[in-house]
């Protein structure tokens, strides 16, 4: 998983690149080609390296627990 990660983090580097040159050379594909790389980044590599990074459960450290910030009443009998 990290490499196909590391290869599609390539992908989208080498797609922007290609992507500026033609914005900078106005080519009149250049915002489309930037735009399907904004695309990729978003709907692709975005979502793979999400789960990749949270797949095993780290990010239960990062939760904030109401009892912290709102401890509960006890109920008066």
């Known amino acids: 998983m990290k490499s196909l990660l590391k290869i599609l983090f390539v992908i989208f580097v080498i797609w922007m690149s290609v992507g500026g040159y033609l914005e900078y050379t106005e080519h009149p ?41 709102f401890p509960k009443k006890k109920k008066e009998e």
């Open 29 to 69: 594909k250049g915002k489309v080609v930037m735009g399907l790389g904004v695309l990729y980044l978003a709907f692709i590599l975005m979502p793979i390296f999400i789960y990749w990074r949270y797949r095993d459960g780290k990010y239960k450290k990062y939760v904030i627990k109401d009892d912290l910030f």
